[in-house]
């Protein structure tokens, strides 16, 4: 092969309407912001390519809509998923009690092989909001609910400044990748005549 | 961390469903997906923010002619799959549908405006002229203008000619060139993973891949199944098979039952690599990443595809023989079943992607397109073929797993493959993965007998001489003349002479239902250029549709004349015969020629098929 494996991540962003995960997304990938909101119909797609301890992989980012119309679309959306990102607004008490739900949602709809350890990351976003005195969450609080569900890495973003928010992806690249290396082995069968073999034995050239 | 933004892609503004309505009713269901899919958005690239993309450089010809063929047109190279209507196949998949194509979406205050893209897009919009300029361009561009440009005018040439592997790997979906090709392929995994893409490389394109499986699984949900959106001019195809979504985008005019056919060949041709066992490794794990176990099989993918293009074998799933005089055949055949004997399960003796001949265990069989996929394998793996030792001796034996999926998908095979030259080779199949020893001293015992009957030579003789050739059909000279002398029109006999055979016929396919073979004459002139060949057998490929529409009845013959051809079919319980004349060419005429190929067919078909192959007798 020409090139080394390339892995490829897929991210999915939940979160309550209006919390901020377009924005995130557009920061993180476009590094850009508007402050018009405009609400996501369904799911949207990007991708970025990161390099990480020296090897290339490819996040493909799930935007998801935060409607709760749009909740119907889950399975066939989470499926498969490789970290699951999920967003409040520090902003919006309503937004961070909604946590649970969405993460309770995500597993039950991507059903992964090991839901203890599936990692989820969570951020808190619009920290610059009225230079911070509107915020009604605070960051032990937030702290406090990642390490009930098992130490979920915690970040306070501003998408509209930048802030924190390569940072963030960083570790949601991180920990997609470790989720993904424990790979179920590719057995093939070999068609079977008497004895039972269960190998892909590599060309043989001699 | 970050080292570059790879896309934002019609992604960026993304598919958008919206789901307002989610009742279960299977009366409305129709309905609802309709509406659905009315909102399903898929806009505009006009978001993408980095010019290297988008910007549209003239200085590749081929891709020039692609964007003026094209540049009007809805679909794909519109910004996204943008449907006008949806053609379902049987009642219960019927869904009518109707995508607005909408400009961007969520195009945000103080953004770009009208990108590169969109601009450039109009401007082809205005380049396009009319309607009969569009389509005349569209015609001469193919979706393999580059092939049609470097490739000879003969057969052998073109696919000779063709250069292997993938192509285009810079461009992905923001790229204006990758818009314009005329035929994608897909793969992707059920939880939105690319596994190949014909152009582009596949992670640039993950974000297009996700649009797909949310459009596929989204129907899905719905209990129904998407199997074609028509776009315009465009046609985008999918085909579920377990964990395995393949979709093709296509404007190449082809029947959506080739399509979907080609599909199945190119989900065949993955079983083939990999076994189905795949599936098992999605069941325990959705987030399972296949592309890792595809690697370095670029060009298998990309060679099958465009065998799509030449190889009558991908639409008739019939098998092909090289003419060779009966005694030689049997010969080779009887060694071939020997060694069967001796506990190999198929041994097949083959040249490029024709059969010399064949054997099979007892009971076993080969269906053809086993054969087309595993003789594509083999002829496009460079790994197999030419391997020099110090002293430059051909020593190319190979041996690795393969499955056939038509005769068990479940699990591998393992193929002995040897090159005799750069044209003929051995596969040998077994089941044991220690047999290697043995496959060689069959393969030595096979190479003895070709040696002692110099059939190597005589099959070399065969691809120069080719095959039949309507020129040379035996029908006698003043038949001819006196068509001209009843002659309509007197540019019928001038037409027909030097241009083609008796008659003004072009070309014909004669497929043996029985042995699950066909033949086809060489191209002749007029019929020269790649693209001729390729619209001819287009051409075909609706023929042979049409005459194989389940639930219309036996049809028998078909007479069918446009500017292009006269084309006659004729379906019987034995054969069935493709024939294309000059469009001017008479009916009757026409027919009683078509008499004489048969009759010409069935005089040398101990020389054009394998008679008497047990494993096909099924």
């Known amino acids: 092969m020409p090139s080394r494996r390339r892995t490829l991540l897929k991210v999915i962003i939940l979160g309550d309407s209006g919390v901020g995960k377009t924005s995130l997304m557009n920061q993180y990938v476009n590094k850009k912001f508007s402050n018009q909101y405009k609400a996501t119909i369904g799911a949207d797609f990007l991708t970025k390519e990161v390099q990480f301890e020296d090897r290339l992989f490819t996040l493909q980012i799930w935007d998801t809509a935060g409607q709760e119309r749009f909740q119907s679309l889950g399975v066939a959306f989470y499926r498969g998923a490789d970290c699951c990102v999920l967003v409040y607004d520090v902003n919006s008490m309503k937004s961070f009690e909604n946590l649970n739900n969405w993460r309770e949602e995500f597993l039950i709809q991507a059903s992964p092989s090991d839901p203890e350890n599936f990692p989820f990351v969570l951020i808190g976003n619009k920290v610059d909001v009225d230079g911070g005195n509107s915020r009604v969450v605070s960051e032990k609080k937030a702290k406090a609910w990642c390490a009930s569900k098992g130490n979920i890495p915690y970040f306070e973003t501003s998408a509209k400044e930048g802030t924190n928010v390569e940072e963030a992806f960083q570790c949601i690249a991180k920990n997609a990748l470790k989720s993904g290396e424990e790979e179920e082995l590719y057995l093939p069968d070999t068609i079977d005549v008497g004895t039972s073999n269960q190998q892909r034995s590599t060309g043989c050239e001699c | 961390m970050a080292t570059s933004d790879s896309s934002s892609s019609p992604s960026s503004s993304g598919t958008e469903f919206a789901d307002p309505n989610p009742s279960t009713d299977p009366e409305t269901n129709s309905e609802r997906v309709q509406s659905q899919l009315e909102s399903m958005n898929l806009s505009q690239p006009s978001e993408v923010s980095d010019g290297s993309h988008t910007e549209f450089s003239g200085g590749d010809d081929d891709d020039n002619d692609v964007a003026s063929a094209n540049g009007n047109e809805g679909g794909v190279s519109n910004g996204g799959l943008v449907s006008e209507g949806v053609a379902g196949i049987s009642g219960e998949e019927e869904i009518e549908v109707s995508l607005r194509a909408e400009n961007p979406v969520e195009m945000e205050a103080g953004e770009e405006p009208p990108s590169p893209t969109s601009s450039g897009y109009d401007g082809e919009r205005g380049s396009s002229g009319g309607a009969t300029s569009t389509y005349k361009a569209d015609d001469v561009s193919e979706d393999e203008i580059r092939e049609a440009n470097v490739d000879g005018d003969t057969a052998s040439q073109h696919e000779a000619a063709w250069l292997p592997g993938k192509r285009h790997v810079d461009e992905d979906d923001a790229s204006m060139s990758w818009r314009k090709r005329k035929k994608h392929f897909f793969i992707l995994s059920n939880s939105g993973k690319p596994i190949y893409s014909r152009y582009g490389d596949e992670h640039k394109l993950a974000g297009f891949s996700a649009t797909l499986q949310a459009i596929i699984s ?401």
């Open chain 2, 218 to 618: 989204f129907v899905e949900n719905g209990g129904d199944r998407v199997n074609l959106i028509k776009a315009g001019k465009h046609q985008v195809v999918f085909l579920v098979k377990g964990p395995i979504y393949l979709v093709c985008i296509s404007c190449t005019d082809e029947t959506y039952e080739y399509l979907r056919g080609q599909l199945d060949l190119l989900y065949g041709q993955m079983i083939l690599i990999l076994t189905k066992s795949i599936d098992r490794c999605f069941e325990k794990n959705a987030k399972f990443d296949m592309t890792p176990l595809l690697g370095g099989t670029d060009a298998v993918f990309s060679s099958l595809v465009h065998s799509f293009s030449w190889n009558p074998a991908t639409f008739l799933h019939a098998y092909t023989c090289l003419p060779l005089p009966y005694a030689l055949r049997q010969a080779t055949g009887t060694i071939l079943q020997d060694v069967c004997a001796s506990g190999v399960l198929f041994s097949l003796l083959m040249c490029r992607h024709k059969v010399v001949s064949l054997a099979g265990a007892q009971k076993a069989s080969l269906h053809p397109d086993d054969l087309l996929l595993l003789s594509n394998f083999v002829m496009s793996s460079e790994s197999f073929r030419q391997v020099l030792n110090i002293l430059s001796i051909r020593t190319s034996e190979s041996f690795s797993p393969i499955c056939l999926p038509r005769y068990n998908a479940q699990a591998f095979l393992h193929a002995y493959v040897h090159f005799f030259d750069d044209d003929t080779y051995v596969i040998l199949l077994t089941t044991r993965s220690d047999a290697f020893h043995h496959l060689k001293d069959c393969r030595v015992r096979i190479e003895t007998v070709l040696l002692k009957s110099n059939i190597l030579s005589v099959v070399q003789r065969s691809i120069a001489e080719g095959g039949m050739r309507v020129e040379d059909l035996p029908i006698d000279r003043r038949r001819r003349s006196s068509t001209a002398n009843q002659g309509q029109d007197t540019a019928v006999p001038e037409v027909s002479v030097g241009t083609g055979g008796p008659c003004g016929l072009w070309h014909f396919m004669y497929r043996s239902i029985y042995l699950d073979q066909y033949i086809n004459s060489e191209f002749s002139p007029p019929v020269t250029s790649h693209r001729q060949q390729k619209s001819l057998y287009r051409a075909y490929q609706k023929l042979y549709a049409s005459m194989h529409v389940k639930g219309l009845g036996p049809h028998k013959t078909q007479y069918r004349r446009d500017e292009n051809y006269t084309l006659l079919c004729w379906v019987t319980p034995d054969f069935e015969l493709y024939a294309a004349f000059d469009p001017l060419a008479d009916k009757a005429m026409a027919i009683k020629i078509c008499n004489q190929v048969c009759q010409r067919v069935k005089d040398v078909e101990n020389e054009v098929f394998l008679q008497g192959a047990s494993p096909f007798s099924w």
